[in-house]
């Protein structure tokens, strides 16, 4: 099954209530946070994130572009993240280990991430502790890039490992998404897409959910 996660990032959020109903019909809300330390780029929070978590019953992925995620997984967890996914490269993997060890004992699922320039084998560490993989089509950051379509043989590789070894671990990619690259990201393996100017942008945004939920 595909899945779409919408991306906040994309919102209008001096109407986030009602651009969050206009995108319900969508699987997971993508929910960016950058601290302009790990990523050049300063977004939402904690306290926005708390708000979105009273106002919708939809699942909350949560993509934390922020250095050392550790110090505030608890915090995040309590704020209504439903998954709550973190990159390899913002903290040693002793560290992002116990992360996601946390994430576990609070009963929401981890997911790690990578950027376009490290490869797949880095999630092998943490993969099998996981429930969902994110690899960035895209350098993390900043909306409305253009897809990078020669991380393809990442996501290849990793659905061919997963598959492998037999978890249970959905493959998401993040950035340039749009119903003709969704179709390439579908082909490679990936079945959950993040969608930020293309669903947000859309006259009709429930027809353009339907549109890359169905790509093929």
Request: charge should be negative; aromatic fraction near 6%; glycine fraction near 6%.
């Amino acid at each position: 099954m595909i899945k779409i996660a919408p991306s906040i990032l994309s919102a209008d959020f001096a109407r986030l209530g009602a651009d969050i109903d206009s995108i319900v019909t969508a699987d997971y809300l993508h929910f960016d946070v950058m601290d302009g330390i790990f990523v050049p780029n300063i977004s939402v929070g904690i306290p926005v994130l708390q708000s979105v978590r009273k106002y919708t019953e939809m699942t909350l992925d949560v993509h934390l572009m922020i250095d050392r995620p550790i110090r505030y997984v608890d915090q995040f967890a309590a704020a209504g993240a439903d998954i709550i996914n973190l990159h390899v490269e913002a903290d040693s993997e002793e560290n992002t280990l116990a992360a996601i060890k946390r994430i576990r004992e609070l009963g929401k699922t981890a997911a790690v991430t990578i950027k376009p320039k490290t490869p797949a084998s880095a999630f092998e560490p943490f993969i099998e502790q996981c429930g969902l993989v994110l690899l960035m089509t895209v350098e993390p950051g900043f909306g409305g890039q253009s897809f990078m379509e020669d991380m393809m043989p990442k996501v290849e590789a990793t659905r061919a490992y997963i598959e492998k070894h037999g978890l249970d671990c959905e493959v998401e990619v993040d950035g340039g998404i749009n119903p003709t690259t969704a179709v390439t990201a579908i082909n490679a393996g990936a079945n959950v897409l993040v969608a930020g100017s293309d669903v947000f942008k859309a006259e009709d945004r429930a027809a353009r959910i339907a549109q890359l939920r169905n790509a093929r």
